[in-house]
C-alpha cells in the first residue's frame, strides 16, 4: 500500500498570505489528524478529522482550519500567515488495530517557511 | 494542560552503549505510544503500552510504562549507528475522538 503523502513538501509564503496544505491517508484509512513540529514547540496537535467530521482540536488560534473529503483526503488552511507559523506541518493517518492498538502514520510533511 | 517531559533531551554514545530516555507526565497516562524521527524524516511509530508496568520488546529495545502510569521509559541495548534519531513519547487520548500529546523528545547520536 503507498504511504500517507502530503503536498507540497516545501512552500515559501510572505506574512499575511494565506496557504492550504493537501494530506493524502493510507487507502482504507478515515482518520485524519494534522501537527505542527517546530524546534521551540515540539510536535503539537492541530486537529482530527474522521469521516469528514473534525473530532478533536488542539490549542491553535482560529486561522487554522481543515476538513476533510469523502474520500478521507484532507486539508489545512493557514490564514494570515506569521513568521511563528514557519513549521513542518505533518499529516497522520490512523487505523485501529485488535488489541486496541491505534497507529498513526506520518506523512513526509509540509516544510512552510513564512517570510 | 498536560505536560509531557523527556530526559535527557540529547545524548551522545559510542556504537555498542546502551541508552535510555525517560518520559515522565504531569497528568496520569491513558496509553503511551514510542516513536523515532530520522534527521530529515517524520515520526515511526513503534509501540503502543497499555497496562500499568507493562514491558514490551522489540529486539534490543525495552520499552516499558510505569506502574502509576506517569511515566514510561525506552531502553536501547548495544547502540548501533541505525539508531541515530529523535525518540518521542506520545500519550494517546482514545474514546470518540483521538489526541496525541507528544512529548519533547530525546536526541539520540551514535558514533563508532
Known amino acids: 500500500k503507498a504511504g500517507v503523502t502530503q503536498t507540497p513538501r516545501y512552500l515559501i509564503k510572505t506574512r499575511g498570505q494565506q496557504v492550504t496544505l493537501s494530506c493524502s491517508p493510507i487507502?482504507?484509512?478515515?482518520?485524519v489528524s494534522w501537527y505542527q513540529q517546530t524546534p521551540g514547540q515540539g510536535l503539537q496537535f492541530l486537529f482530527e478529522?474522521?469521516?469528514?467530521?473534525?473530532?478533536n482540536k488542539g490549542n491553535f488560534p482560529g486561522r487554522f482550519s481543515g476538513r476533510q473529503f469523502s474520500n478521507s483526503r484532507s486539508e489545512m488552511n493557514v490564514s494570515t500567515l506569521e513568521l511563528g507559523d514557519s513549521a513542518l506541518y505533518l499529516c497522520?493517518?490512523?487505523?485501529?488495530?485488535?488489541?486496541?492498538?491505534?497507529?498513526?502514520?506520518f506523512g513526509p510533511g509540509t516544510r512552510l517557511t513564512v517570510t | 494542560g498536560q505536560q509531557v517531559m523527556q530526559i535527557p533531551q540529547y545524548q551522545h554514545v559510542q556504537e555498542g552503549e546502551d541508552f535510555t530516555t525517560y518520559c515522565n507526565s504531569s497528568?496520569?497516562?491513558?496509553?503511551i505510544q514510542w516513536y523515532k524521527q530520522r534527521p530529515g524524516g517524520h515520526p515511526v511509530f513503534l509501540i503502543q503500552?497499555?497496562?500499568?508496568?507493562e514491558v514490551k520488546k522489540q529486539k534490543r529495545l525495552t520499552f516499558q510504562f510505569g506502574e502509576a502510569k506517569k511515566n514510561s521509559s525506552l531502553h536501547i541495548t548495544a547502540t548501533q549507528t541505525t539508531d541515530v534519531g529523535t525518540y518521542f513519547c506520545?500519550?494517546?487520548?482514545?474514546?470518540?475522538?483521538?489526541?496525541?500529546?507528544f512529548g519533547t523528545g530525546t536526541r539520540l547520536q551514535v558514533t563508532l
Open positions: 497522520a493517518s490512523s487505523l485501529s488495530r485488535p488489541g486496541g492498538v491505534y497507529e498513526q502514520y
Open positions: 487507502s482504507g484509512h478515515r482518520s
Open positions: 478529522y474522521f469521516s469528514e467530521t473534525q473530532r
Open positions: 497528568t496520569t497516562l491513558s496509553n
Open positions: 503500552l497499555v497496562k500499568s508496568g
Open positions: 506520545a500519550d494517546l487520548l482514545r474514546g470518540t475522538a483521538s489526541k496525541l500529546t
